[in-house]
């Protein structure tokens, strides 16, 4: 009887879909965005899909804070993350999830959302 190997991973890790990687959502991104969106899922922990604080202070941390507002803002226009409240009011974060968006991305049933149109905490 054989031994089945076991990979040990140190700490947490994230995954992507290949239907994700695949899409036209995800192909016409930027490197930074990419790698903004691996941030993102990141900070996903299972039951926090739409309550994640990506804080600018920590957004700074690994870009500039003008090109993270830029992919930040491409990667809710291709349906790949949403903003449920918007910070800046006292200090607060803004609070985003992950969204599902992006499967109809390039559709007609595609829904577009105006960032200027989300409300403030």
């Known amino acids: 009887m054989s031994k089945k190997k076991r990979n040990k991973f140190d700490g947490s890790f ?4 290949h239907n994700l990687v695949n899409s ?3 192909k016409n991104l930027s490197v930074y965005t990419k790698w903004l969106y691996m ?4 900070r996903f922990h299972g039951d926090n899909r739409y309550n994640i604080i990506f804080p600018y202070q920590e957004a700074i941390k690994i870009m500039n804070v003008r090109t993270f507002i830029k ?3 491409k990667l809710i226009e ?8 918007r910070g800046g009011f006292y200090n607060q974060p803004a609070i985003y999830g992950l969204s599902d968006r992006w499967k109809q991305f ?3 049933d595609f829904v577009k959302k105006d960032i200027r149109k ?3 905490l």
């Open 71 to 73: 992919c930040r803002n």
């Open 78 to 85: 291709n349906g790949l993350i949403d903003i449920v409240k």
């Open 24 to 26: 036209e959502s995800f």
């Open 106 to 108: 390039g559709k007609k």
């Open 39 to 42: 941030e993102f899922k990141l």
């Open 118 to 120: 989300i409300e403030y």
């Open 14 to 17: 994230t995954g992507i879909e």
